[in-house]
């Protein structure tokens, strides 16, 4: 079946292939029916294969000695979509012989050559970042994350759309709340391309997921399943959650291990502590999703290691065994012959 | 003398004048020979001071009847600078009765009617708010933090050099280091009018503090002393930052009050637990400066307590006594006088 292949770019990342490979294996135990084609250098792979008999069984190595560096301008590396590791893993899902490529490499390049490679949806302006980020009481996915740095209004309507989509289908949120990240809640706060966008948005047929402004602050709040903004503000907000995660990781650590009755009271509550940094891990986070494209386009966290990988490859499993690029392409083809 | 008096609006946030008049009885505890002048209505301030002798012995109250409402517009709010507890507050600071003010009302007006009444610093384009964020070994100051959605290269450049001089003299950094906010560290990220701000500092004489891009997730890493961005993302930078905090301290309840073990964890690691919570509290980093013009102005946040207020009213505090306004402005003379 087409559409169990993901297309896996091995060397893109810090520490590929090797974390590449590993992630590969975690994520093929969880989704033994996926297969995969691997992109890359095949002297580097197979060796970190070798012994991996179930990945080895449900995997394709494709041998290219080429690779995107880290980085490279998006421009050089178009020129390269024919003979690069990333390029090729692109195409493997334009010809249709993969549904989705996941990529821990250059963002820029992935991005660029995705849009050429893959094209955007139609009626689509631009495709858009999106991840899926913890609240207070479940989840929330935001968009766009760093694809666009300058946004109009009506690239804000469209991510809304695409979100709104994603949130129904990928969260399972039958009617998801929608917000644009503003900095403050009242109606005359932030640009007016911001102000346009909510015009729009109050007075499209899909007014009723359209709440308003959210601030930073609020985002973790639960009050939302969809968090709109441009790419820079995008890409502050959901790296300044990483750091502030990390702060307090480091904090725990500092205040538990600077006084005995602490060091005993992390010996006892151990578990506790362990569940509290498994919440918090980032990995299980990883995985940003490129959408409006004609093809499932997952970028992992470059720094990530296996484990952070193989749930890149499971968010690109998820979306590829449930069909929902399809799906998108359904309800924008619906809503868009709909006036906004 | 006249550096000590401290004007103080104690009709603005959320639960004033209450919470205001709390907040400056501890400040004036830690404070004594800090004068305040009180603007708001008499009648409800008046029973909130009668039984706290030492605030009232330094302070003095203006009664005035009007106040700037949270959802006013910054227009309508100027048209009474004149008869508002904020506006007379600033008013003070403008005739030199005072040399800082204290606000924890609507920010827009605040803002407006703070550039109308004290003027901006010769050779500045725009004031900006700043405030101390902590990080994993000491703290950093970050500006604009929403004072400017849009901003120029110049805006970028002014804030850069207000930043410098403040980490110098309120942070005590000698040789601070700079860093824009942006979307990555390479060069060819963000937008061109970072690009021109980075160029600018590259080349002039304070290209020594100037380190290139920061990521949101880096700000955490003391790495740098000064962050520097427009006011849209060093707002959603701030409050991303306050969101996550409040998500890992729910995180720590939930996990700890679901088993024994959490628990009995808990009770042992008490002091470890509330030294946490004592290093992650937002109340401590409450009250940003706005950067720029004759006078001190400092806003704190319109939700805190007196716990917060309390230390906005130090951050006056502190660079009133310290005169630090006074070496900005020679600071920015000698400065200005040299060609970027």
New interface residues.
Partial sequence: MLRNNIAIDAMGGDKAPKSIISGLAISSIRNPSINYIIYGDANKIEPLIKNREQLKAVSKIVHVEDWIRG?E?ASRSLRRSKTTSMGLAISAVAKGEADAIVSAGN??ALLAMSIFGLRKLPGISRPALAAVM???SGEVVALDL?AN??CSSQNLIDFSLMGIIFAKNVLGKPNPRLAF?N??E?D?K??NMIHEAASVMENSHFSSFYKGYV???????GDYDVVV?D???G??????????????A???KQ??G??I??K???A??R??FL??RK??DPRKHNGAVLLGLNGIVVKSHGGTDSIGFAHAVDLATEMSVGNYNELIKNELDKIKTKSL
Avoid at 215 to 221: L, N, R, V
Avoid at 238 to 247: D, H, N, Q
Wanted: glycine share 14%.
């Fill in positions: 980085d301008k963002s820029g913890p609240t207070i760093g740095i300058d990240l900095v403050g009242e005359t932030g640009s601030e930073g602050d609020k985002i973790i709040s903004c790419g820079f503000s890409n502050v907000m959901l790296k300044t959650a990483e750091g502030t995660a990390k702060l307090c480091a904090y725990l205040v538990f600077s006084s009755l602490g005993i009271s992390y006892i509550g578990s506790s569940s509290i919440k918090m």
